[in-house]
């Protein structure tokens, strides 16, 4: 018997006890066994999933456990096991791909900057905070909507407009937004704010959505 671990060998038995165990054929899989699978992201960066999620593991392989609340999932990714640490959607900032262009189309906006102007439009959009020192700035700026904490990159010379409050070329924003339409991201008729219309296009609630389906999945109890 082999003791590599895949979906055609591995199963998932229920003791007596209701206690799901995570089996290689009979055999309980044991930490070792474990430790082996590779890690990779469950959780694509539009929020949905990349494979097939068979449980959770109460178990952290690579000493994490003071690391802010994640989960360890055990999932399938085509005939191959994978595991996975699924942070929460409170322990940090996540990718999205329209993330960088929303911000971009702020700067653009020029809603960036001052106070809420744009009572549609979220205005807690970080490009970094204050310390001791001075202002510490992100390598990627950050906002949240609805909750949910979200990074994308800028070019070096929008960040510094913005930094420096300075409005963009018009230039530069009649040609992102034509970029935008082109993508079919933007109405080519679309007039007024961009990020508006980027913002509808972000679906806020599904990486959370995700998560809280994950926390949902059976615990799958494995050998020491």
Not at 34 to 60: C, M, S
Request: hydrophobic share 35%.
């Amino acid at each position: 018997m082999t003791d590599r671990l895949t979906p055609q060998n591995a199963t998932v038995t229920t003791a007596t006890i209701k206690v799901q165990a995570l089996t290689i054929g009979k055999k309980q899989v044991t930490l070792a066994v474990f430790r082996q699978l590779k890690e990779e992201p469950l959780i694509a960066e539009d929020g949905t999933l990349n494979g097939d999620p068979w449980g959770v593991v109460n178990y952290h392989p690579d000493k994490c456990s003071d690391d802010p609340e994640h989960l360890h999932v055990v999932w399938q990714n085509g005939d191959e096991l994978r595991r996975s640490a699924v942070q929460m959607p409170e322990a940090g900032y996540h990718s999205h791909p329209l993330a960088s262009l929303y911000i971009t189309a702020r700067i653009v906006d020029g809603t960036a900057h001052g106070p809420r102007s744009h009572p549609e439009i979220p205005d807690t959009l970080y490009l970094g905070h204050k310390t001791p020192q001075g202002w510490r700035y992100y390598t990627e700026p950050r906002f949240t909507i609805d909750t949910m904490q979200y990074r994308g990159e800028v070019s070096d010379s929008l960040r510094e407009k913005w930094k420096r409050g300075l409005p963009v070329d018009a230039e530069f924003a009649e040609a992102f937004r034509d970029a935008l339409a082109h993508a079919d991201l933007l109405p080519q008729e679309a007039s007024g704010d961009i990020a508006q219309h980027l913002l509808d296009l972000i679906p806020a609630r599904q990486y959370q959505d995700t998560v809280d389906r994950l926390a949902e999945l059976p615990q799958l109890f494995i050998a020491v």
